[in-house]
């Protein structure tokens, strides 16, 4: 039975990794919503309806969700709004509710679907860079797998489509990272839909989220004109494919702009305002079961400006450093905060602050915090579980530096890590809250932890082939 498991994996690893990350969501959501939360968990991480308590969104989203279901049904489908009270997942569940029940559990072959999507987008960047599908699919389970991807997948959640869309828009700038590919018609325009869709799906929940993400792929674009550009006076590319192949990236550049995205949009909703109620720069802020008791500032923001920054640029760090003095006087007993003493006034701030955002953002929660009680019986717990997914992450890091070896030739692994990494110091820089923090970063982290994993398998299997040989 595991050979024909393991034959149909190898050969179909694309429909066994979507089935399994479907199969897990639903399964495991069933066995949360109506066993472990009502009859095993603490009753205190219980909110009823399958849902958790603590400060999670859920409760928020299934309400809204309700009272929509019932106006639907009193007065029909014109009740219905994609956006009640500014919430897409909400309206996108009162479709499910009206025509199934209003349960969440409802959702849960959705949720299935959504991260089945994330896994596939995941296993293709892994793909890309590896070259091979069975190491590509193990090396995805981390992300499949990890329990507390279920706190969203389980759950109703903006992660349920913010991650998939921030995979699929990874994946897009990974394949356009090669000129073979990109400058290939038939390949390319789907990479391209693939790179919009992700956008376009990141952009309906976090609007903030693609000004970030369409910065660091102009970054990212910078890169690769130099690394090619560098292959075309070495003669290993002819220039009539890197000119189109520049071409081709500007205009994909700008297509998933949010300028672009919020002109196609601007009739169905305010470009300046996220589904969860951020502005346009802004971090939306989760609160996390850790957070505690909201208390007023006493003390004023203030900003200096640097003058040899051009203005723009200073004024999304400076929107990016009142996001983090928000959230440190607004949930300042917060359980899981972290350098709630560091407060940024100027960009030198800022930039002084990125080693500790880079250790925070890859590593924290941190092993002293591993097994520390929580601001609730739900947090020590949750805690505990995170220490677990905490080791494997550390193993993995420890393989991606063998990664970057294996695959330091490949453009694609410094693409990817270059945003991934400059997502991973941005959020910490905003959110100095770890239970926050572990969610936001997923869609980053993960691909690092997964490629890490590869170079974890690949160490081992070169290590176990020299000591057989020596046998021999």
Excluded at 2 to 26: G, Q
Excluded at 213 to 224: P, R, W
Excluded at 243 to 249: H, N, R, W
Excluded at 318 to 323: A, E, H, I, K, W
Aim: glycine share 6%.
């Amino acid at each position: 039975m595991w050979n024909k498991v393991r034959t149909l994996t190898l050969s179909h690893p694309r429909l066994s990794l979507f089935c399994l990350a479907f199969f897990y969501v639903v399964l495991a959501g069933l066995f949360i919503q109506f066993i472990f939360l009502p009859y095993i968990a603490p009753p205190t991480m219980y909110a009823g309806n399958g849902l958790l308590s603590g400060g999670y969104d859920g409760g928020k989203f299934h309400r809204i969700a309700v009272d929509v279901s019932i106006k639907i049904k009193e007065i029909g489908w014109s009740a219905w709004s994609i956006k009640p009270k500014g919430q897409i997942v909400s309206g996108i569940a009162s479709i499910f509710y009206t025509l199934i029940t209003p349960k969440p559990w409802v959702l849960l072959p959705l949720n299935g679907f959504l991260h089945g999507i994330a896994s596939l987008a995941l296993f293709e960047i892994l793909f890309i860079i590896i070259g091979k599908r069975g190491l590509s699919f193990l090396s995805s389970l981390p992300f499949v797998m990890f329990p507390s991807s279920l706190l969203w997948n389980a759950q109703m959640h903006n992660e349920n489509y913010v991650i998939p869309g921030v995979l699929l828009f990874l994946y897009g700038w990974i394949y356009l990272s090669d000129v073979e590919r990109a400058i290939t018609l038939k390949k390319s325009w789907k990479a391209i839909l693939i790179t919009l869709v992700g956008s376009i799906m990141v952009w309906v929940i976090r609007d903030y989220l693609i000004v970030i993400l369409n910065l660091l792929a102009f970054l990212a674009i910078i890169l690769l004109i130099v690394f090619h550009a560098i292959r075309w006076i070495r003669k290993q590319i002819h220039l009539k494919f890197l000119l189109p192949y520049i071409g081709l990236l500007v205009l994909v550049w700008v297509l998933s702009s949010p300028y672009l995205i919020n002109k196609i949009g601007q009739g169905s909703r305010n470009p300046s305002t996220s589904s969860d109620g951020s502005s346009s720069f802004s971090l939306d802020i989760g609160i996390s079961p850790d957070v505690g008791t909201p208390v007023k500032s006493k003390k004023a923001f203030s900003w200096t400006t640097t003058k040899w920054l051009p203005k723009q640029i200073d004024s999304n760090l400076r929107d990016l450093s009142q996001t983090r003095y928000k959230f440190i006087r607004a949930w300042s007993d917060a359980g899981s905060q972290i350098d709630t003493d560091v407060i940024f006034g100027s960009a030198s701030d800022v930039i002084q602050y990125i080693p500790r955002a880079a250790e925070i953002g890859f590593l924290a929660p941190f092993p002293s915090t591993w097994f520390a009680n929580g601001y609730k019986s739900a947090s020590s717990l949750m805690r505990k579980e995170s220490a677990a997914e905490m080791i494997i992450i550390y193993i993995c890091l420890l393989g991606l530096v063998y990664s970057f070896w294996c695959f330091r030739t490949k453009i694609e692994i410094w693409v990817l890590s270059a945003i991934t990494a400059g997502m991973l110091i941005i959020y910490p820089m905003a959110i100095p809250n770890v239970g926050s923090l572990y969610r936001f970063r997923y869609p980053y982290l993960m691909p690092l932890v997964c490629l890490g994993l590869s170079g974890v398998i690949l160490f081992y299997q070169q290590y176990f082939q020299q000591r057989q040989s020596k046998k021999v």
